[in-house]
Protein backbone atom coordinates (compact mmCIF):
# COMPACT_ATOMS: atom_id res chain seq x y z
CA UNK A 1 0.00 0.00 0.00
CA UNK A 2 1.59 3.13 -1.08
CA UNK A 3 1.71 6.25 1.29
CA UNK A 4 2.62 9.50 1.16
CA UNK A 5 2.57 12.04 3.85
CA UNK A 6 3.44 15.95 4.23
CA UNK A 7 5.72 17.34 6.87
CA UNK A 8 6.81 20.74 7.57
CA UNK A 9 5.45 24.56 8.90
CA UNK A 10 2.56 25.44 9.14
CA UNK A 11 2.97 29.00 9.34
CA UNK A 12 5.78 30.88 7.33
CA UNK A 13 6.68 34.85 7.61
CA UNK A 14 6.01 37.03 4.30
CA UNK A 15 9.63 36.73 1.99
CA UNK A 16 10.63 33.81 3.72
CA UNK A 17 11.28 30.51 2.48
CA UNK A 18 8.16 27.39 2.19
CA UNK A 19 9.77 24.09 3.05
CA UNK A 20 8.04 20.86 2.74
CA UNK A 21 8.82 17.20 2.87
CA UNK A 22 6.56 14.04 1.60
CA UNK A 23 7.78 11.10 2.94
CA UNK A 24 6.64 7.57 0.94
CA UNK A 25 6.12 4.19 2.00
CA UNK A 26 5.05 1.51 -0.03
CA UNK A 27 7.29 2.31 -3.19
CA UNK A 28 10.16 3.94 -3.73
CA UNK A 29 10.74 7.65 -5.29
CA UNK A 30 13.95 5.62 -6.88
CA UNK A 31 11.87 3.82 -9.16
CA UNK A 32 10.99 4.62 -12.70
CA UNK A 33 7.26 4.98 -14.01
CA UNK A 34 6.08 7.55 -11.53
CA UNK A 35 6.69 11.47 -11.34
CA UNK A 36 6.76 13.01 -7.59
CA UNK A 37 4.59 15.64 -7.44
CA UNK A 38 3.16 18.73 -5.55
CA UNK A 39 -0.17 20.15 -5.72
CA UNK A 40 -1.96 22.68 -3.82
CA UNK A 41 -5.39 24.15 -3.23
CA UNK A 42 -5.78 27.68 -1.76
CA UNK A 43 -8.93 28.01 0.55
CA UNK A 44 -12.35 27.70 -0.98
CA UNK A 45 -10.44 27.28 -4.18
CA UNK A 46 -9.69 24.30 -7.10
CA UNK A 47 -6.31 22.09 -7.56
CA UNK A 48 -3.20 24.09 -8.86
CA UNK A 49 -0.40 21.48 -10.43
CA UNK A 50 2.61 23.20 -9.06
CA UNK A 51 5.29 20.83 -10.30
CA UNK A 52 7.00 17.25 -10.47
CA UNK A 53 10.31 15.58 -10.42
CA UNK A 54 11.51 12.16 -12.02
CA UNK A 55 13.10 9.41 -10.87
CA UNK A 56 16.41 10.58 -12.66
CA UNK A 57 16.42 14.19 -11.21
CA UNK A 58 14.32 16.28 -13.95
CA UNK A 59 12.18 18.79 -12.96
CA UNK A 60 9.24 20.43 -14.54
CA UNK A 61 7.31 23.67 -12.79
CA UNK A 62 4.44 25.43 -13.37
CA UNK A 63 5.51 28.54 -15.25
CA UNK A 64 3.60 31.01 -12.84
CA UNK A 65 6.08 29.51 -9.80
CA UNK A 66 8.46 28.34 -11.47
CA UNK A 67 11.08 31.11 -10.56
CA UNK A 68 10.42 30.97 -7.16
CA UNK A 69 10.45 26.87 -6.50
CA UNK A 70 12.60 23.89 -6.11
CA UNK A 71 11.69 20.26 -5.93
CA UNK A 72 14.44 17.65 -4.96
CA UNK A 73 14.52 14.08 -3.28
CA UNK A 74 16.59 12.54 -1.35
CA UNK A 75 16.59 8.62 -2.23
CA UNK A 76 18.22 7.46 0.53
CA UNK A 77 15.53 8.57 3.32
CA UNK A 78 12.52 7.64 0.29
CA UNK A 79 11.51 11.39 0.73
CA UNK A 80 11.15 14.37 -1.72
CA UNK A 81 10.72 17.68 -0.65
CA UNK A 82 9.24 21.50 -1.96
CA UNK A 83 10.99 24.81 -1.64
CA UNK A 84 9.09 27.59 -2.89
CA UNK A 85 10.69 30.88 -1.82
CA UNK A 86 9.95 34.99 -1.88
CA UNK A 87 6.11 33.67 -0.24
CA UNK A 88 3.33 35.78 0.04
CA UNK A 89 -0.35 35.29 1.53
CA UNK A 90 -1.38 34.37 -1.90
CA UNK A 91 1.14 31.05 -0.94
CA UNK A 92 -1.63 30.46 1.93
CA UNK A 93 -2.98 26.94 0.23
CA UNK A 94 -3.10 23.19 1.26
CA UNK A 95 -0.31 21.50 -0.28
CA UNK A 96 -0.41 17.98 -1.18
CA UNK A 97 2.14 15.52 -2.43
CA UNK A 98 1.02 12.93 -4.82
CA UNK A 99 2.51 10.07 -7.24
CA UNK A 100 2.11 10.61 -10.98
CA UNK A 101 1.36 7.93 -13.13
CA UNK A 102 1.85 6.80 -16.47
CA UNK A 103 0.08 4.30 -18.23
CA UNK A 104 2.47 2.48 -19.96
CA UNK A 105 2.49 2.25 -23.41
CA UNK A 106 0.89 6.02 -24.09
CA UNK A 107 2.51 8.85 -23.95
CA UNK A 108 0.17 11.45 -22.25
CA UNK A 109 -1.82 9.22 -20.15
CA UNK A 110 -1.24 10.46 -16.69
CA UNK A 111 -2.85 10.93 -13.34
CA UNK A 112 -2.59 10.80 -9.99
CA UNK A 113 -3.16 7.69 -8.08
CA UNK A 114 -1.96 8.50 -4.47
CA UNK A 115 -1.97 11.55 -2.76
CA UNK A 116 -1.21 12.52 0.56
CA UNK A 117 -3.55 13.93 3.76
CA UNK A 118 -2.45 17.54 2.41
CA UNK A 119 -1.20 20.19 4.64
CA UNK A 120 -2.19 23.58 5.48
CA UNK A 121 0.21 26.34 5.19
CA UNK A 122 -0.23 29.92 6.49
CA UNK A 123 1.62 32.75 5.44
CA UNK A 124 1.40 35.84 7.64
CA UNK A 125 4.08 37.34 10.15
CA UNK B 1 -0.98 27.51 -21.68
CA UNK B 2 -3.88 24.43 -21.55
CA UNK B 3 -7.19 25.38 -20.42
CA UNK B 4 -9.84 22.81 -18.92
CA UNK B 5 -13.33 24.31 -18.12
CA UNK B 6 -15.66 22.80 -16.03
CA UNK B 7 -19.14 23.94 -14.62
CA UNK B 8 -19.01 25.63 -11.56
CA UNK B 9 -21.82 23.21 -10.11
CA UNK B 10 -24.14 20.41 -11.33
CA UNK B 11 -27.77 19.41 -9.20
CA UNK B 12 -28.94 16.06 -9.26
CA UNK B 13 -31.53 14.13 -7.82
CA UNK B 14 -31.10 10.71 -5.71
CA UNK B 15 -30.86 7.42 -8.49
CA UNK B 16 -30.57 9.87 -11.26
CA UNK B 17 -27.62 10.38 -13.43
CA UNK B 18 -25.45 13.33 -13.44
CA UNK B 19 -22.78 14.50 -15.94
CA UNK B 20 -20.09 16.74 -15.10
CA UNK B 21 -18.23 18.23 -18.78
CA UNK B 22 -14.71 18.92 -18.94
CA UNK B 23 -13.94 21.10 -21.80
CA UNK B 24 -10.34 21.99 -23.68
CA UNK B 25 -9.25 22.40 -27.20
CA UNK B 26 -8.81 18.98 -28.98
CA UNK B 27 -9.47 17.46 -25.16
CA UNK B 28 -10.07 14.47 -27.06
CA UNK B 29 -6.70 13.89 -28.29
CA UNK B 30 -5.28 13.73 -24.89
CA UNK B 31 -6.51 11.49 -22.28
CA UNK B 32 -8.74 12.75 -18.87
CA UNK B 33 -8.27 12.05 -15.27
CA UNK B 34 -10.68 12.58 -13.11
CA UNK B 35 -10.91 12.98 -9.32
CA UNK B 36 -13.39 13.46 -6.24
CA UNK B 37 -13.08 15.58 -3.22
CA UNK B 38 -15.13 15.67 -0.20
CA UNK B 39 -14.85 18.37 2.24
CA UNK B 40 -11.54 17.93 3.79
CA UNK B 41 -10.44 15.24 2.17
CA UNK B 42 -7.61 14.31 0.26
CA UNK B 43 -8.62 14.11 -4.06
CA UNK B 44 -9.25 10.46 -4.91
CA UNK B 45 -9.04 9.18 -8.55
CA UNK B 46 -12.69 7.96 -9.99
CA UNK B 47 -11.54 7.84 -13.84
CA UNK B 48 -7.69 7.71 -15.80
CA UNK B 49 -7.56 7.40 -19.41
CA UNK B 50 -10.35 8.51 -20.11
CA UNK B 51 -12.90 5.52 -19.17
CA UNK B 52 -10.76 3.35 -16.88
CA UNK B 53 -11.86 3.10 -13.19
CA UNK B 54 -9.18 2.22 -10.50
CA UNK B 55 -9.86 -0.47 -8.20
CA UNK B 56 -12.44 0.11 -5.41
CA UNK B 57 -14.56 2.57 -7.36
CA UNK B 58 -17.80 1.78 -7.82
CA UNK B 59 -19.30 0.52 -11.81
CA UNK B 60 -21.88 3.85 -11.71
CA UNK B 61 -19.07 6.12 -12.41
CA UNK B 62 -17.63 6.25 -15.85
CA UNK B 63 -16.31 8.52 -18.47
CA UNK B 64 -15.50 9.50 -22.32
CA UNK B 65 -13.77 11.77 -23.89
CA UNK B 66 -14.05 12.84 -28.05
CA UNK B 67 -13.79 16.15 -29.91
CA UNK B 68 -13.42 19.07 -27.80
CA UNK B 69 -15.16 17.93 -24.27
CA UNK B 70 -14.54 14.86 -21.79
CA UNK B 71 -17.37 13.71 -19.67
CA UNK B 72 -18.02 12.17 -16.21
CA UNK B 73 -20.96 10.27 -15.90
CA UNK B 74 -22.48 9.14 -12.77
CA UNK B 75 -25.26 6.52 -12.94
CA UNK B 76 -27.70 6.36 -9.82
CA UNK B 77 -26.52 9.09 -8.04
CA UNK B 78 -26.46 8.71 -4.79
CA UNK B 79 -25.62 11.14 -1.60
CA UNK B 80 -22.32 10.07 -1.00
CA UNK B 81 -21.72 11.35 -4.39
CA UNK B 82 -21.97 14.72 -3.47
CA UNK B 83 -18.48 16.12 -3.53
CA UNK B 84 -16.27 18.43 -5.95
CA UNK B 85 -15.09 17.08 -8.59
CA UNK B 86 -11.78 18.22 -10.90
CA UNK B 87 -10.66 17.00 -14.40
CA UNK B 88 -7.21 16.70 -15.52
CA UNK B 89 -5.01 16.49 -18.58
CA UNK B 90 -1.21 16.20 -19.15
CA UNK B 91 -0.12 18.68 -21.76
CA UNK B 92 3.26 19.56 -22.96
CA UNK B 93 4.80 18.01 -19.70
CA UNK B 94 2.65 19.44 -17.60
CA UNK B 95 0.14 18.99 -15.76
CA UNK B 96 -3.57 20.70 -16.05
CA UNK B 97 -6.49 20.89 -13.89
CA UNK B 98 -10.10 22.07 -14.38
CA UNK B 99 -11.40 24.54 -12.12
CA UNK B 100 -13.97 21.97 -10.29
CA UNK B 101 -17.44 21.01 -10.47
CA UNK B 102 -19.32 20.63 -7.13
CA UNK B 103 -21.84 18.11 -7.13
CA UNK B 104 -25.09 18.36 -5.10
CA UNK B 105 -27.31 16.06 -4.67
CA UNK B 106 -30.65 16.69 -3.98
Given at each position: QVQLQESGPGLVKPSQTLSLTCTVS????????YYWSWIRQHPGKGLEWIGYMYYSGSTNYSPSLQSRLSISVDTSKNQFSLKLS??????TAVYYCARLSRVAGTETSYYFDYWGQGTLVTVSS | SYELTQPPSVSVSPGQTASISCSGE???HKYASWYQQKPGQSPVL??????KRPS?????FSGSNSGNTATLTIS???????ADYYCQAWDSSTVVFGGGTKLTVL
Open positions: GASVSSGGSVTAAD | KLGVIYQDDGIPERGTQAMDE
